[in-house]
């Protein structure tokens, strides 16, 4: 997900405008969102850019990391399921050329 598409998708979650989105994400951007103390500061600074209560600005910053966790979840899982692609594939070619080698063995 791009930042274009993180904004949009924000602005749709947090019922906010895709102005205060980019806003949000900017500031966003600047700070650690992983980081449990960033939290009061990031929710602060939201609300004082859009001119909104802390109860809002929490939603805000809420919905952008669940929206953040849920793209890294996605990420995981289509790599996982790619990895695990592979690894059936490698499979099947070794029991393939094994049942091959037994049989030039029975000849």
């Known amino acids: 997900m791009n930042k274009t598409q993180f904004i949009k998708k924000l602005s749709e979650q947090a019922n906010i405008t895709q102005t205060q989105s980019s806003i949000a994400v900017d500031i966003l951007d600047d700070r650690n969102v992983f980081s449990s103390s960033q939290e009061d500061f990031i929710v602060d600074d939201i609300a004082k850019a859009l ?10 910053y809420d919905s952008a990391r669940e929206i953040i966790f849920s793209e890294i ?7 996982i399921a790619g990895t695990a692609a592979v690894v059936i594939a490698g499979i099947i070619v070794l029991r393939k050329a094994s049942k091959k080698g037994a049989k030039e063995k029975e000849n």
């Not at 001119?51 to 805000?60: R, Y």
Request: aromatic share 6%; proline share 0%; hydrophobic share 35%.
């Open 73 to 79: 979840k996605h990420k995981s899982v289509v790599w």
């Open 51 to 60: 001119d909104c209560s802390l109860d809002n600005a929490q939603e805000i």
